[in-house]
């Protein structure tokens, strides 16, 4: 590390918990994060200027205006552009220490399987079920951990899959089902701080993670914004699950 990475990150380099060995390892991490939106937005500064060495942004959806009211990376000039690239673009001039890739394309269970081995670390960044439980069997078969946000409404959730923790459950414990109606926010809205609440503490979670910190593996944590209110949830393993179960 040189004299100008030690000054760079030399508030984290001072916190005990982390020192010049922590930021080390997260200068050799990879991460991928699944979905630019508000979400990803929260998450993606955070990993970049703490010093991650690599990111891959996968998104393949173009900015509209209905965004610019949480997605904070992006401007009213930037609409009709790619977030993934609009997004890696913001990073780089921030820190060209963090290489930043981006797959603009849509992603299959292929494609994520790949992509999972590759990495150190996935976040979920996405709106929907389907994508939601392709991301957790992807993580799961890699035996990576994986970061799950979700936000709807004034709720938000998160959680840590930490697959390398025996007896660990995966999201399709918790969530056996998709839903035939997507639930998301261009369904039924979401408020705006909301993004930013949940997405900060899933960089939190993958800094943690990568650094070998504890986690939030085995529990899922709901936000209420309306009240304020926490409420930490402890998770169980389905043994008929039918990505992880062992029935």
């Known amino acids: 590390m040189n004299d100008a990475q030690l ?32 979400l990803g937005c929260a998450v993606l500064p955070y990993l970049a200027s703490s010093g991650v060495g690599k990111l891959l942004l996968i998104d393949d959806d173009k ?11 992006y401007t009213n000039n930037e ?15 921030r820190n060209t220490d963090c290489k930043v890739q981006v797959m603009t394309q849509r992603v299959g269970q292929k494609e994520l399987n790949e992509i999972s081995q590759a ?8 709106d929907n079920f389907p994508t939601r439980h ?27 899959f930490d697959f390398r923790q025996p007896e660990q459950p995966c999201y399709a414990c918790i969530f056996p089902d998709t839903p035939q109606q997507g639930e998301n926010c261009a369904t039924f809205g979401v408020f705006a701080p909301l993004v930013g609440i949940i997405g900060t503490l899933q960089a939190a979670e993958v800094l943690k993670t990568l650094m070998g910190l504890p986690n939030l593996h085995g529990k899922m944590q709901i936000f209420n914004a309306k009240t304020n209110r926490w409420q930490t949830l402890t998770l169980n393993k389905n043994p008929d699950c039918c990505v992880c179960g062992t029935q």
Do not use: W
Request: glycine fraction near 10%; charged fraction near 15%; proline fraction near 1%.
């Open 7 to 38: 000054l760079r990150y030399s508030r984290h380099i001072l916190l005990d918990e982390i020192g010049l060995h922590g930021q080390e390892k997260l200068a050799q991490s990879a991460v991928a994060v699944v979905g630019c939106g508000g």
């Open 63 to 73: 900015i509209e205006l209905s965004n610019l009211q949480r997605q904070v990376l």
């Open 79 to 93: 609409q009709g552009c790619l977030k993934a690239e609009t997004a890696a673009r913001y990073l780089q001039e």
């Open 119 to 126: 990495v150190d670390i996935i976040v979920d960044c996405t």
């Open 134 to 160: 392709a991301i957790n069997a992807a993580a799961f078969s890699a035996q990576k951990p994986l970061i799950s946000g979700a936000v709807s409404g004034f709720t938000g959730q998160l959680t840590t």
